[in-house]
């Protein structure tokens, strides 16, 4: 593996972030790198993902919510940094220079913030339609109060954390050289 920073080559022991992302600061510059993960982690969390997505969705019905929503928004976050951090290596290894990517980063780039706040409404409207749902459907009334106030916190909550993360770690892109 090469560093980011520097590009010295390193053969010593990489370790993994919380999130299982391949991890190892350079002995050269001192540059932390991290990579993106291999198809075996990136799989388990597309996996964990769906699986979680649906029972997060399902959950909505019988009030069993925070655990899968745990899950599929851990999920979604590492997948999201993932993707980040392919994007961020790619003109490294993309000499030889295909234009079709090129244009895929243009979009994610312009992800901010306009489309930020785009899914911020969508999603927010996802969640007054749950929480309609909720009110008119056939839940006891103390649960069903319970279960709207959990939606109406339990998304935005998620989405702000998202965003946090995603700015936060924008920011680690231009910020993390210093060292
Ligand atoms: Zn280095």
Excluded at 26 to 50: D, E, H, K, M
Excluded at 109 to 134: K, N, S, T
């Amino acid at each position: 593996m090469l560093c980011q920073h520097c590009g010295n080559p390193y053969s010593g022991k990489v370790s993994r972030t919380l999130l299982a992302f391949p991890t190892f600061t350079c002995l050269a510059c001192g540059f932390v790198n991290v990579y993106p993960l291999g198809n075996g982690y990136r799989g388990l969390y597309q996996i964990l993902t769906v699986v979680f997505g649906i029972s997060f969705i399902g959950g909505f019905s019988n009030g069993y919510l925070m655990l899968p929503g745990g899950v599929f928004i851990i999920a979604i976050v590492a997948l999201m940094k993932n993707r980040k951090l392919k994007q961020r290596l790619s003109p490294l290894g993309r000499a030889a220079g295909t234009p079709a990517p090129r244009t895929a980063k243009v979009i994610i780039r312009a992800w901010h913030p306009g489309q930020l706040a785009l899914a911020w409404l969508v999603l927010l409207f996802v969640a007054g339609i749950f929480y309609e749902l909720i009110m008119t459907g056939g839940v006891p009334l103390t649960a069903r109060r319970l279960m709207g106030l959990m939606v109406l916190a339990v998304i935005p909550a998620t989405l702000a954390s998202i965003t946090w993360i995603w700015l936060g770690d924008r920011d680690d892109v231009t910020h993390s050289r210093v060292r």
